[in-house]
């Protein structure tokens, strides 16, 4: 028996701003730590991992009976989203959109040549989530454009392990989601796979 949730999907997008809205309004109170810039950059890149990696829990949750399907181009919209803010934090706070010191990041710091590569995998997932998106790429290939979202969800774990340099175990434990949830997804797919290849 599966359950499936039904929730209207606007409420998913709301309550997936909220923690966004909360970080920043800490920011204007001046309470995010003795380095906002860097805590507001690190928060809102966290959620874009925590939300990537919920997208990665549907399948394995709907072979557990409960489906939410339905929320899982909300939840990738909003892994976007915050990648997105995170991108801009990074560009315009910190670096006051300096694009030569940007350039050089990139270029010199792996953890943001890895972070920005996770973000160019995320444009073009968030620009086709659309119904006419998938009418004018067909099904089949819209399908295989958004396997990428297992690149970016193991580039963005990458990205924080290595940002946090003192390696405490909150990176380690997203590594290890994001490898399970990743694993739970390639297992049955393999086993279909060598079952039609036996038959």
Not at 79 to 85: E, V
Not at 97 to 112: N, T
Not at 131 to 141: F, P
Request: glycine letters at 6%; one cysteine or more; proline letters at 5%.
């Amino acid at each position: 028996m599966r359950a499936a949730l039904r929730i209207p999907k606007l409420v998913v997008y709301v309550a997936g701003l909220v923690p966004a809205a909360w970080t920043f309004y800490l920011g204007l109170q001046d309470r995010l730590g003795p380095e906002p810039i860097k805590a507001l950059e690190q928060e809102l890149g966290l959620w874009s991992l925590r939300f990537l990696l919920l997208c990665l829990l549907i399948s394995p949750l709907r072979r557990a009976g409960v489906d939410l399907s339905r929320y899982r181009r909300a939840l990738g919209l909003l892994a976007f989203y915050y990648a997105a803010l995170h991108l801009s934090a990074y560009v315009a706070l910190d670096h006051g959109f300096d694009w030569s010191a940007i350039g050089r990041d990139i270029l010199k710091r792996p953890y943001v040549t890895i972070g920005m590569a996770a973000f160019v995998i995320l444009v073009p997932l968030a620009a086709t989530s659309n119904n006419a998106a998938i009418r004018r790429l067909g099904a089949a290939a819209w399908a295989r454009l958004h396997r990428l979202v297992y690149v970016a969800a193991i580039l963005a774990a990458t990205h924080f392990l290595l940002i946090v340099k003192s390696w405490p175990a909150e990176p380690l434990l997203y590594a290890a989601a994001t490898i399970a949830l990743l694993a739970a997804r390639a297992l049955p797919a393999a086993r279909r796979a060598r079952t039609a290849s036996a038959s």
